[in-house]
């Protein structure tokens, strides 16, 4: 906030006020992290964080799975 009102001194406050309330389904962020087998579930857990319960759909799975795989290749060649 600081570094907004030294940008923009007229900026009085700024707030995240979502339209709809968050999806809350008791369970915790940290606790999703920690189940997920493998870096495509942690992305998912993140996604499902952020965006009100919602993961990813299957089209950015498939994607996501596509960067992961491109990288650990990568990573093995190197």
Do not use: K
């Not at 906030?1 to 999806?23: D, G, I, K």
């Not at 606790?31 to 299957?58: N, P, T, W």
């Amino acid at each position: 906030m600081r570094r907004l009102q030294e940008r923009f001194p007229w900026c009085a406050t700024v707030a995240h006020a979502p339209a709809a309330a968050r999806f809350d389904d008791g369970v915790a962020y940290a606790q999703r992290v920690r189940a997920a087998r493998d870096d495509g579930e942690i992305i998912d857990a993140f996604l499902a964080h952020v965006r009100e319960g919602e993961g990813a759909s299957e089209a950015e799975r498939s994607l996501i799975r596509e960067v992961l795989d491109t990288r650990a290749l990568s990573e093995a060649q190197a």
